[in-house]
């Protein structure tokens, strides 16, 4: 596995100067006039750089969304989404040596039962001109000595709203994979003390390149309690991970009525 130093140099950096910048408050009180308004000058100069950043990144997810609004759904499709770790910068964005269970932004965590947690997940930008989204997921696993390893992105509750099991869930998935490997799906929706699940296979995943997926999860299959649906969310499930790294460049979850036969 490749080790980028200038990657981890930059952001020791960056985590270095945010570390400045929060104790500043406590230490002004203690400094000189006029080590003070040289400083009040750079965070004024520094604040106006943040803030044509998030200007940039709100146009980007705003462009984000809207091509998410024009992609060629099924027929009757009522729901769609991507994760907001696809349309812009979240903080933090990255991870090394996770605990099992440990969050990336507010929809995706990270499970595994390794004991020495020779993981690093985080979000990464996306520059083939075919990409989509603006941002994806690359996790990297080195000396894995677990036996189960997964990304769970949980859903929003508009996934919820008026959901039956007359419905059909698609997932749609662009992933790169360094080497041989399989991946699977895996829908769950948990109603009451019952979560339900439907597994998927990711077939045919050919390395060093985006691989292209089409998943459906039909919900008759289920035993859902329509009337007691409180979470659902969505595992991709990494199988003999050791020495790979996984790109998740894509992910669109969209949701339509079963046609009737």
């Not at 790979?244 to 969209?254: C, G, Q, T």
Request: hydrophobic residues 45%; charged residues 25%; aromatic residues 6%.
């Amino acid at each position: 596995m490749a080790f980028r130093p200038r990657a981890w140099i930059r952001r020791k950096a960056h985590e270095r100067v945010a570390a400045e910048w929060a104790a500043m408050p406590a230490r002004a009180a203690r400094m000189g006039t006029d080590r003070l308004a040289d400083l009040a000058e750079d965070a004024r100069g520094l604040r106006r750089n943040l803030d044509l950043f998030l200007l940039a990144a709100d146009r980007r997810a705003a462009l984000s969304r809207v091509v998410l609004d024009t992609l060629p759904l099924p027929g009757g499709t009522d729901w769609r989404w991507r994760p907001g770790f696809m349309s812009g910068r979240i903080s933090p964005s990255g991870m090394a040596a996770p605990e099992s269970g440990a969050s990336l932004g507010d929809a995706a965590r990270l499970f595994h039962d390794c004991p020495n947690a020779a993981l690093m997940l985080q979000q990464v930008q996306n520059t083939r001109i075919t990409d989509l989204a603006g941002y994806g997921l690359r996790l990297e696993v080195l000396g894995f000595a677990g036996h189960f390893l997964s990304i769970s992105v949980d859903l929003p509750q508009e996934a919820l709203d008026g959901l039956t099991r007359n419905h059909v869930l698609r997932l749609e998935t662009v992933i790169e994979i360094e080497s041989e490997g399989d991946i699977y799906a895996r829908l769950n929706i948990g109603n009451g003390p019952n979560t339900d699940q439907l597994l998927r296979h990711l077939g045919g995943m050919r390395t060093g390149q985006p691989n292209h997926h089409v998943t459906e999860f039909d919900l008759a299959y289920t035993e859902i309690n329509e009337n007691r649906l409180e979470k659902i969310w969505i595992d991709l499930i990494l199988e003999n991970p050791v020495m790979n790294a996984v790109h998740l460049r894509e992910m669109i979850v969209s949701r339509h009525p079963r046609a009737n036969m």
